[in-house]
């Protein structure tokens, strides 16, 4: 079956700008998480979703958003970009919310942002 | 404190000896707790996870969990080049305001010698 699909894989904004990033989730997975990955931070964590609804957010600022669609499929958002917001972006799914028994999450390719 | 600290590498070993990464965790009340590996350019794959103090075995991988000491480790046996990657230890921790969510360390590169 399909793996976890980000969309657009490369992409190049400038300061003040925004962007918004896709994820399709394996298909009957219903939570879908997004990580910031810097080589300085490691892996940061955005949010979570699940079933539409947000369950967790990480400590980022407010222009980090997302949102998950009746499909599962998500969208994060970033506005007003900074050069700091240059990273990798991954997304996640799994069939049930973190922290719930064996969570496994399954990675995709990732969005890589550079903003000059 | 970091949540999840790990100690960044690299940690070289030769080809066929036994490699050793280790994370401490900070939430005591933490339950669940995974290793990840990452390829450069590539993103995280699950290699296993533990929940119960002591060793867990999966082929040439053992983790191992020590709840008293906030400590798991990952042995990996029988070190071959292909496992040259970056681990990445992941806890299950509970937030202020209820939930849970995955905490990555920042991982640890391991390179294996010929």
């Known amino acids: 079956k399909a793996g976890v699909t980000q969309t657009p894989r490369y992409l190049i904004k400038t300061r003040g700008q925004q962007v918004t990033l896709s994820c399709s989730p394996i298909?009957?997975?219903?939570?879908v998480s997004w990580y910031q990955q810097t080589p300085g931070q490691g892996l940061q964590f955005l949010f979570e979703?699940?079933?539409?609804?947000?369950?967790n957010k990480g400590n980022f600022p407010g222009r980090f958003s997302g949102r998950q669609f009746s499909n599962s499929r998500s969208e994060m958002n970033v506005s007003t970009l900074e050069l700091g917001d240059s990273a990798l972006y991954l997304c996640?799914?799994?069939?049930?919310?973190?922290?719930?028994?064996?969570?496994?999450?399954?990675f995709g390719a990732g969005s890589r942002l550079t903003v000059l | 404190q970091k949540e999840v600290e790990q100690n960044s590498g690299p940690l070289s070993v030769p080809e066929g000896a036994i490699a050793s990464l280790n994370c401490t965790y900070s939430d005591r009340g933490s339950q669940s707790f995974f290793w990840y590996r990452q390829y450069s350019g590539k993103s995280p794959e699950l290699i296993m996870f533990i929940y119960s103090n002591g060793d867990k075995e999966d082929g040439r991988f053992t983790a191992q969990l020590n709840k008293a000491s906030q400590y798991v480790s990952l042995l990996i046996r029988d070190s071959q080049p292909s496992d040259s990657a970056t681990y990445l230890c992941a806890v299950i921790r509970g937030l202020t305001g209820g939930g849970n969510k995955l905490t990555f360390g920042t991982g640890t590169q391991l390179k294996v010698e010929l």
């Open positions: 996640a799914s799994s069939l049930i919310p973190q922290g719930t028994g064996a969570n496994v999450l399954t």
């Open positions: 979703y699940f079933s539409e609804t947000q369950r």
């Open positions: 298909s009957g997975h219903r939570s």
